[in-house]
């Protein structure tokens, strides 16, 4: 990675008064992990890995479920630098005090989602064409955007078209903000999506999947090699 991309990706998160996570941006799902006993421990591990987001997807639970694994989840990451975000619910969100919500285009509108939030709650927003992109750029409640699925992914039920890595070397034409690449991403690929323009990768499957420290450890690793920042937050 040259001096310049180096600065450009720095100066990205200061524009948004975010540390830089990274290239791991692991995500715990109970589905994946084999169940809800399973995350807090996965969670802790993605934190010793060197993540340094991690977002907590439980999308069958209850409220009363999501809330209880939510804080958990932050309280087990107190005393470690990595940041819990929470996936679709601004409102869990709030209330176990997480550092960020990522909505999708069918949740709550960035903007209504920011008037339950306090403004250092972060909001990280999918898009999944130019259009899209163009929207989430332009939004001043977004702080980060997602671009996705980029490769075929089996994590979701009903997934949207991938996208390619074309619609994310636009996206970082399109928008100055943080952008996070997202869907199918694994160890053979990371260091594509970084070099196509991503900050960091939201990875499921890749990090749930087996020995979860070393995984992310192997993941940050491999994308070092695309400059990013792999072995540091």
Known sequence: ???????DRTARWQRVGLAPPGPVYAIADPDVLGGTAAV????????????????LRAKRLNDR???DLALACRQALEDTPARLWIDDRP???ALVGAA???LGQADLPP???RRVLENQVRIGCSTHDQNQIRAAAADPAVDVVA?????ATATKEAPDPVVGLELLRWARQATDKPLVAIGGIDGASIARVI???????ALISAVCRGDVEDNVRTLRALAASAGGSGAGR
């Open 195 to 201: 070099e196509a323009g991503a900050d960091t990768a």
């Open 1 to 7: 990675m040259s001096a310049a991309v180096g600065a």
């Open 65 to 67: 479920q999501l809330y």
């Open 147 to 151: 671009v996705g699925p980029i490769f």
């Open 111 to 113: 903007e209504a989602a």
């Open 91 to 93: 409102d869990v969100a």
């Open 40 to 55: 807090v421990s996965a969670v802790s591990a993605m934190a010793r890995g060197g993540a340094g987001w991690i977002q």
């Open 100 to 102: 960020g919500v990522h």
